[in-house]
């Protein structure tokens, strides 16, 4: 039996992947994989890439290593260069080092293991990796993402949630988030992979472990980040400590209020804001007030 470990969604967190690598190490694991984000929504990009590629973990390319070099490279507006909602986007891609830059600019949109029994790992899904699959995603839709590849299972990230879904046509298995998960488990999640052979169905043992969160909180004032990064990185915290997104409903709900995206109108957004809640069901509310 191959057992493989993906982990995903990193997003700056170093006690959450060193938590992570421990839980690795005691569970028999044949190859690990790194299904992108390692860096974004995080105060410690440089130390997550420098753990990744000091172990020779083949990783994909995120939508957030994208977002990164866009701002490293200045490949964004102008006005993202000035503009306060996008502080912690400019200080999360300058506290990256050049090595880490070099290394994150050479990562693959996907990967496909060494194992005998290859699965197709992205980041989102196999045309963009910015799209994310979940529990919300069709059948449909995803039977046309399986027939897309050569392989008869897909392993993403991207949604911070953990999804398993079994077709006609194959396996797709969302790991979930290593540092930053969005369905109330503020562990550090992963999943193991295995198969016993090329007739046996795919299987996901998805995990979560605990790490030092108040230990990473800390890191968001002693860096710098929660003070420079303005009110995105206050919303970026949020997000950790209660395991549910905040920055993108932040977002939306102020373009739909017509509001500027500042710490004054963040204190009515979380008096209206319910996290558990998806986001679907949260702009359906905004566009029909009275329903």
Known sequence: MNRIAILADIHGNAPALDAIVEDIEGSNIDEVLVGGDLVGRGPQGTAVVERVRARGWPSVRGNHEDYALNFIHKRVPDEWLEEDIWAASRWMANELNADAVEYIDALPFSFAPSVDLPFLLVHGSPIRNNDGIGPWTSDDKCEQHLESVHEDAIVCGHTHRPHFRKLNAGVIVNVGSVGLPFNGDWRAQYAILHRDNAQSPWQAEFRQVEYDREGFLDTYESSGFLREGLVTSYLLKLEVETARPHLVP?????????????????????????PTLPLKTLLERLENPGS
């Open 250 to 274: 932040f977002l939306r709900w102020a373009q739909n209020q017509s509001m500027e995206p500042t710490f004054a109108s963040m204190d009515v957004f979380l008096d209206w804001y319910d």
